[in-house]
Structures are given as C-alpha cells and as structure tokens.
C-alpha cells in the first residue's frame, strides 16, 4: 500500500493503521472466547474490505485498503500491516488491554489532527465514520458472556464504553 503523496512515512503508517487498531481494541472489549474473537477478527476484516465499495470516492480510505485483484500484492500488503501494527504495539509497550485502549485513543485523536490539516472535511468524515463502522461491526460480530452460545449479549458493556471513547477521540 502506498502512502498517498502529502504525508510523511509515520503518518501513513499511523493514518493506515488506525482502522485495523480500532478492530483489535475492539475484539479485546469483551470476553467473547476463542470462537467469539474469530468473529469478531473476520467482522474487522470485512468492514475494512466493505469500503472499497462503500467509500468508493474516498482515495484516503481506497488507499488503505488492500488490492485484492493482485494477490501477491495482496499478501504483500498485508505482510508490511501486520508488521506496521506489530511495531506500534511493541514501541509502545503495549502489555495489557487497558494500555492498548489508550494507545488507540490517542492515536486516532493524532490521526484526525493529521487528517483535518491535510484533507477535505468530506474525507475526514468519511474516515471517522469508517473507523467506528468496524468497531461497531466487530462489537455486534459475537456474544460476551454466553455459555455454548446461550445467554450473553451483543455490544456488551466493556464495548459500548469503548466504543464511546472511540467516538470522543474522533470527534
């Protein structure tokens, strides 16, 4: 993937990111087990993949998202991601649930700092409400608390508050 001509390395890779830490910050919310969690990744990935169509005109989010017609390109991609993301949490010595919370938080509040100097309101709106799409997706991709899949709830409360965090730092 491309950083788009106006920004710097770090800022791509933070702009770039961001949507795939949100996943994550997400399916660690709520104890949805191990099967519950596969939900919640592939509700991420999917909300990262739905954009190529729903957020068509927006280059920004186009360019994040990986080009699935090539796919050793595709692997690529997702290789340097993987390694982009995998940096970030251990730069910042992310060892808990709590600290990788704040850590997003404080990168998305950067990332729409960056956003807003360099690009229209249009797209800036279009990313903020991306991001809090797949955070919503994954919230309501599995049920916390249930036994053999009985019982729990969607979007438990540990997400709600998260996702309302989320909502404040993109603001």
Known sequence: MAALE????????????????????????????????TK????????????????????????????TTDASKALEDAKKQRTVLMDMLKSNNIKSQDQLTEMILTECKSVITILENKE???????????????????????????????????????EQALFEKLKIALA
């Open 40 to 67: 919640e990744m592939f509700a991420s990935a999917s909300g990262m993949m739905n954009a190529k169509t729903e957020y068509s005109s927006n280059a920004l989010i186009q360019a994040i998202i990986p080009n």
């Open 120 to 158: 229209t309101p249009e797209v800036v709106s279009d990313y903020k409400k991306w991001v809090l799409e797949i955070a919503e997706k994954v919230a309501n991709a599995a049920k916390e608390g249930s036994f053999l899949g009985f019982g729990g709830e969607r979007f438990s409360e540990n």
């Open 6 to 37: 106006n920004y710097s390395e770090k800022e791509w890779e933070a702009i770039s990111a961001t949507p795939q830490l949100v996943g994550l910050a997400m399916t660690g919310a709520g104890a949805s087990g191990i099967i519950g969690s």
